[in-house]
Nanobody, 123 residues
Framework: QVQLVASGGGLVQPGGSLRLSCAAS????????IAWFRQAPGKGRERISC????????AYADSVKGRFTISKDNAKNTVYLQMNSLKPEDTAVYFC????????????????WGQGTQVTVSS
């Protein structure tokens, strides 16, 4: 079955960096777009980035543009989210998701979800 396992979260100081990983199994990552979402306490889930099947097209929310970079290694069945210049407002649980389409979808159309990894940005 489709499985997504997010990892790499932790506690980091403002201005620091983290790299999240999303390990995919049970489907062809090379034929699937993957999105990263986050959910802060008391807030709704926000799609922050997406990458298409080949990795040739990426998209970012304005809140992370220029600071976060999404990438994928289809040979390793893994998608990454490099997060730089982290801010306290980046504190959230981060999830990876797919609907097994080759292209990115609207935020409410994702079907499969990983368990999430906590990112806390604090001094």
């Amino acid at each position: 079955q489709v499985q997504l396992v997010a990892s790499g979260g932790g506690l980091v100081q403002p201005g620091g960096s983290l790299r999240l990983s999303c390990a995919a199994s049970g489907f062809n990552l090379g034929a699937s777009a993957i999105a990263w979402f986050r959910q802060a306490p008391g807030k709704g889930r926000e799609r922050i980035s997406c990458i298409t099947d080949s990795g040739g097209t990426t998209a970012y929310a304005d809140s992370v543009k220029g600071r976060f970079t999404i990438s994928k290694d289809n040979a390793k069945n893994t998608v990454y989210l490099q997060m730089n210049s982290l801010k306290p407002e980046d504190t959230a649980v981060y999830f990876c998701s797919t609907s097994l389409t080759s292209y990115c979808l609207g935020s409410d159309r994702y079907r499969y979800w990983g368990q999430g990894t906590q990112v806390t940005v604090s001094s």
